[in-house]
């Protein structure tokens, strides 16, 4: 059984930082990109950003880029995303997700192409 669990998630203030992980088991880690999307009150699920199974290939959404980055660690399985100068606009749910399409000519950043979601943790960001 796949499982993605997210952590770090937590209450702060605008251009503070934070660090989220995602644990993964059951899958075989390395052979998946690994992605973030994030849902804002009131608002669809959007993708943030995605790396490739070897961190080789990373591709961030306009509205992160430069303050997000992502990176992960095949021998522990775990993936991480830190957050810098973080805005109001950040306020979200964000979620782990993983897919066996590689970045490549086509980068995954839709919710469908996505294979398997963690639960999600709460970031709130006030001003």
């Known amino acids: 059984q796949v499982q993605l669990v997210e952590s770090g998630g937590g209450l702060v203030q605008a251009g503070d930082s934070l660090r989220l992980s995602c644990a993964a088991s059951g899958l075989t880690f390395n052979k998946y990109t690994i992605g973030w999307f994030r849902r804002a009150p009131g608002k669809e699920r959007e993708f943030v950003v995605a790396?490739?199974?070897?961190?080789?290939?990373?591709y961030y959404a306009d509205s992160v880029k430069g303050r997000f980055t992502i990176s992960r660690d095949n021998a522990k399985n775990l993936v991480y995303l830190q957050m810098n100068n973080l805005k109001r606009e950040d306020t979200a749910v964000y979620y782990c997700t993983a897919t066996p399409v590689p970045i490549g000519i086509i980068i995954p950043t839709k919710t469908d192409e996505y294979a398997y979601w963690g639960q999600g943790t709460q970031v709130t960001v006030s001003s």
């Open positions: 790396i490739s199974w070897d961190a080789d290939n990373t």
